[in-house]
């Protein structure tokens, strides 16, 4: 066979110069064969023999054995030490140029060759998508939609292409989403629909073509496949369902296809997914939450929504997953309330339905996306007065904030529960809510929020602790002084990059600060009229005039 395969390259360099087509059909046959039967040695001896190189002159329109040659191409290019040497001969751009062939068979070998040389190279992809294959490919997949082969090809094509960032405004320039919308319904078999959602899910990261998806029906084809699939326990068709209601709430994250499907509230998409927060399917309920918080992102929906009950059936199916519960459900139907409690009409509404009572059954969970999101919700509920000094009141939540306030591993959970201890007291103003955090020991954390890289967190922990100063100095007058809260204060003044606000607010919370003896000793100590008068002249009036209050105040009572 070695002998036979060395005798057929060397033919084939002479027939392949001479185009003499008898003998390069009858060549190229031989190394297909000896390919089939052991690719990796044949493919060396290929590569050895330089024979590549003549392979492009054989790839012309006119080249009669230009599919096999494309085959030949496509299984020495399964190796991945062939692929560079593939590229090296020249070989990709007369292959992109057969992609306009009307011969099925070229088309073929030729989308297989392009595929294994590209294979996990995102330069060579992007190399292709530059040369233009995009609309190439979608115009082969509208014309030779009957040829499974060729249509196998287009769509694995179409899976490796659109991972890349670069392809997304090609594709959206063509009909890919109609093809595909028509591809899907007509497919039966489980693994070529899922082919389809391979392409489908890449390519619906994209808002323009998420909307294109919609136009071409996508949507109506994906509520059918729930719901013939809800009741099954095959596992083909459990993936099926979570496949299409998972892409179903992707094509709800585009603001435009969102407001398409949502239409005023009446749509009948969005009853039918309302339909899926009550079912028993895990997975259902989890893509109905979704779909009810990505609904949820303007305030006109949210409106709408909580006028329309929506509450109600979150809280129910939350109460069905307070004890062991699923966490994913938890956490989606979470966001969909916190983002329904952003208007402010919608925040009193949301408390006399009882959201803070079925939102505090979860203060248990040890799962830090639900505590998130959990935290998320109550700070959205209480700008009210009433709902922050209940609240702030509950002991439970406030030893729980407290200890979530050390969750250094989970910077998301920490922010979110500094966030609320603030709020608690900023929406309150209650001396009450100030006492069960000082006892509870969440002043030290307020103070450590004043140093935070985030100037609203900053100064909304400023504002809260002038409250604290302002309405029991004395209860938590110890702790004010054991967590430096004065050095800090002189830290942010002096600090030429601390924002106009947070040094304000710093100088009200010194004057503040002036009714307890041992911190008063602290702020003359540290020579703060030094700081404060050069901050007369600061460029931001309302900083210069407090400036100038609080040197008097420091004049006086030094």
Not at 34 to 42: I, K, R, V
Not at 424 to 449: A, E
Request: glycine share 4%; charged share 25%.
């Amino acid at each position: 066979m070695a002998d036979s395969l060395s005798d057929t390259l060397k033919k084939l360099k002479i027939t392949a110069v001479d185009r003499t087509e008898d003998s390069l059909e009858g060549c190229l046959d031989c190394l297909l064969q000896a390919l089939a039967q052991n690719n990796t040695e044949t493919s060396e001896k290929i590569q050895a023999s330089g024979i590549l190189q003549l392979f492009a002159s054989l790839l012309t329109p006119q080249s009669s054995c230009k599919a096999k040659v494309a085959n030949i191409i496509a299984e020495v290019a399964k190796n991945e030490f062939m692929r560079i040497p593939c590229v090296d001969a020249g070989l990709i751009s007369p292959l992109v140029q057969l992609l306009n062939s009307k011969d099925q068979e070229v088309l073929l070998q030729t989308g297989r060759a392009l595929g294994n040389i590209c294979y996990d190279s995102h330069s060579l992809q992007a190399q292709l998508i530059n040369m233009g294959v995009i609309p190439t490919l979608v115009k082969l997949l509208g014309i030779h939609c009957q040829n499974a082969a060729l249509t196998e090809m287009c769509l694995v094509a179409f899976g490796n292409l659109a991972e890349l960032e670069s392809s997304k405004e090609q594709f959206a320039s063509t009909n890919i989403a109609e093809e595909l919308v028509k591809l899907f319904k007509k497919q039966i078999e489980h693994d070529k629909r899922e082919m389809i959602f391979e392409v489908l899910a890449p390519l619906a990261e994209n808002d323009a073509i998420k909307l294109q998806l919609v136009e071409a029906g996508l949507v109506e084809c994906l509520l059918e496949i729930v719901q013939q699939k809800v009741d099954s326990d095959k596992e083909d068709d459990i993936t099926e369902l979570k496949t299409g209601s998972d892409l179903m709430v992707l094509l709800l994250l585009g603001d435009e296809s969102m407001q398409k499907l949502f239409e005023g509230g009446k749509g009948s998409v969005f009853q039918r997914v309302l339909s899926w927060i009550p079912s028993n399917n895990h997975q259902l309920q989890l893509a109905g939450a979704l779909a009810i918080a990505n609904f949820a992102r303007n305030d006109g929906n949210c409106i709408h929504m909580v006028d329309n009950g929506i509450v109600e059936k979150l809280m129910d199916l939350l109460d069905r997953h307070v004890e062991d519960g699923n966490v994913t459900v938890q956490h989606a139907a979470l966001s969909a309330l916190r983002n329904l409690a952003i208007p402010v009409i919608n925040k009193a509404k949301m408390l006399s339905a009882g959201v803070t009572e079925t939102v505090l059954k979860f203060l248990k969970s040890e799962m830090p996306p639900v505590q998130f999101k959990l935290l998320g919700t109550l700070r959205m509920l209480i700008d009210a007065q009433e709902a922050a000094e209940q609240l702030g009141k509950n002991v439970k939540l406030v030893e729980r904030l407290v200890e979530w306030c050390e969750a250094k591993d989970h910077a998301g959970v920490m922010g979110e529960s500094n966030r609320l201890l603030s709020a608690l007291i900023r929406h309150s103003k209650s001396k009450d809510v100030i006492k069960t955090i000082v006892q509870s020991g969440g002043i030290k954390h307020l103070v450590t929020m004043a140093t935070s890289e985030h100037v609203i967190m900053q100064n909304e922990a400023l504002v809260a602790l002038a409250l604290i100063a302002a309405l029991e100095l004395g209860t938590a007058e110890k702790d004010l002084e054991s967590a430096k809260l004065v050095q800090i204060l002189h830290r942010l003044l002096a600090d030429e990059r601390s924002a106009p606000e947070i040094k304000y607010n710093s100088m009200v919370l010194i004057c503040a600060l002036m009714g307890s003896e041992s911190l008063h000793k602290e702020v003359q100590d540290l020579a703060f009229l030094d700081v404060v008068s050069k901050l007369r002249s600061h460029e931001n009036k309302s900083v210069a005039q407090q400036a100038s209050l609080t040197e008097q105040r420091l004049t006086v009572e030094s």
